[in-house]
Antibody, heavy 120, light 111 residues
Framework: QVQLQESGPGLVKPSQTLSLTCTVSGGSISSGGYYWSWIRQHPGKGLEWIGYIYYSGSTYYNPSLKSRVTISVDTSKNQFSLKLSSVTAADTAVYYC????????????WGQGTMVTVSS | QSVLTQPPSVSGAPGQRVTISCTGS?????????VHWYQQLPGTAPKLLIYGNSNRPSGVPDRFSGSKSGTSASLAITGLQAEDEADYYCQSYDSSLSARVFGGGTKLTVL
């Protein structure tokens, strides 16, 4: 079955850009039918949807983060990526990549998550 | 503050039945958008438990069930087991926010 794996720096300095990549294995991003999302979880808190991308490159972002978020896809590498600019300590969280679509239209595929700390 | 409201915690003894509520509004659950439920065991990623209000993915025990009515949804767990101790999140779509939204989460403690 499809598996997701996040990768990227675990420490980012304030005001810099957070960059993460999610590698999809066991299936092709280009096969369609699924939307690929980034979701984060602040320490000890709930889940926040950041945005998603379709294999065609179409994106949709959470309006609360839209001004700082860019999600892109590289179908040749079967990866999609997150960039979050001008980070502050409030962006410290576990970042998950996730897939949703098909009949369920729910987040039914999840990566294990990666902790990103924003600190100087 | 989440637009979907869940109780912070619920508890029950093994074998008992517990329910977790998820209260929304006319711009999300009440607008007809589906509600999904996720289980997050300590230190792990969330796992889809219920989709489309009341459907279980393959592999999820039938002890877990979901329902929706009006502006609220509920997750019921019967025959409570120690392994059910986890955080549970509801999720839907909110048309006012134009975003997929989660509830604040409910911590289930098995006594």
């Amino acid at each position: 079955q499809v598996q997701l794996q996040e990768s990227g720096p675990g420490l980012v300095k304030p005001s810099q850009t957070l960059s993460l990549t999610c590698t999809v294995s066991g299936g092709s991003i280009s096969s369609g039918g699924y939307y690929w999302s980034w979701i984060r979880q602040h320490p000890g808190k709930g889940l926040e949807w950041i945005g998603y991308i379709y294999y065609s490159g179409s994106t949709y972002y959470n309006p609360s983060l839209k001004s700082r978020v860019t999600i892109s896809v590289d179908t040749s590498k079967n990866q999609f990526s997150l960039k979050l600019s001008s980070v502050t300590a409030a962006d410290t969280a576990v970042y998950y990549c996730s897939g949703s679509g098909g009949a369920k239209n729910a987040f039914d595929i999840w990566g294990q998550g990666t902790m990103v700390t924003v600190s100087s | 503050q989440s637009v979907l409201t869940q109780p912070p915690s619920v508890s029950g003894a093994p074998g008992q039945r517990v329910t977790i509520s998820c209260t929304g509004s006319s711009s999300n659950i009440g607008a007809g958008y589906d509600v999904h439920w996720y289980q997050q065991l300590p230190g792990t990623a969330p796992k889809l438990l219920i989709y489309g209000n009341s459907n279980r993915p393959s592999g999820v025990p039938d002890r877990f069930s979901g329902s929706k009515s009006g502006t609220s949804a509920s997750l019921a767990i019967t025959g409570l087991q120690a392994e059910d101790e986890a955080d549970y999140y509801c999720q839907s779509y909110d048309s006012s926010l134009s975003a997929r939204v989660f509830g604040g989460g409910t911590k289930l403690t098995v006594l």
